[in-house]
């Protein structure tokens, strides 16, 4: 995405969250009532389309969603007990419940996760970059994108490491009162070529779909067609 097309939807998300904040209502309390819907917007994040997260019902991804909207915490306060939380929540057959000890495949049919023996030094050096005064600087959409990537291609886990990756990156959301983003199934397609470009160190595809699904929440919430 060209840095003027960046600014200008930045700005866009800027506007919308102050004509949210104009109506009464919080981010928090947006989401929260999202969440409690019948059919949730997230029901996106458990698309079959991906092997990622085989089999998990709404219940599952709500609960996970809502761990996060909990967390009352700074950047420096995040650590490894967190992510173990949010994976914990999770029914799972394999008996493990410690890091990945395996290679795992490859991720999108294209890039090796990391090698087992190098998950705990990794984790450790990522909370130390997602606390670091210049993580902090960053906008919170493309800290969430940064934190989504850099777990995926950790992989801590050996199940479900993409939608706890995606679902803590949600936190750099939540915690600075934004919406979660609102993605439609038809984008699934876009959003793995799209993570494929990033895992190749191109981002600007992300960052515009990522984006766009923020905006959608707002135009909802707001009475706008998304």
């Known amino acids: 995405m060209e840095r003027e097309t960046w600014n200008s939807k930045r700005a866009a998300l800027r506007r919308s969250r102050i004509r949210l904040k104009a109506t009464g209502q919080s981010a928090d309390q947006v989401n929260r009532t999202v969440l409690a819907e019948p059919v949730s ?42 992510l173990f939380g949010l994976h914990s929540l999770i029914p799972r057959t394999d008996p493990g419940r410690g890091l990945r000890h395996n290679n795992g495949p490859p991720l999108f049919g294209k890039h090796a996760p990391l090698s087992p023996e190098l998950i705990e030094k990794a984790l450790s050096r990522f909370f130390v970059w997602v606390s670091s005064d210049s993580y902090a600087e960053i906008h919170p959409l493309e800290q969430s994108i940064l934190c989504q990537l850099r777990l995926l291609e950790i992989s801590p886990f050996s199940s479900y490491s993409h939608l706890v990756s995606v679902i803590f990156s949600y936190y750099f959301l939540t915690r600075t009162g934004h919406l ?37 929440s707002y135009d909802r919430v707001l009475g706008q067609p998304g």
């Open 41 to 82: 917007r997230f029901e996106v994040l458990r698309c079959s389309r991906f092997s990622w997260n085989p089999g998990l019902d709404s219940k599952t991804i709500q609960q996970l969603l809502h761990c996060v909207l909990d967390w009352k915490k700074e950047l420096a306060e995040l650590n490894l007990g967190d």
């Open 180 to 216: 979660l983003p609102t993605y439609e199934k038809h984008e699934m397609a876009r959003y793995e070529a799209a993570m494929v470009e990033a895992l190749d160190f191109s981002t600007a595809s992300l960052v515009e779909l990522h984006l766009g699904a923020c905006l959608r």
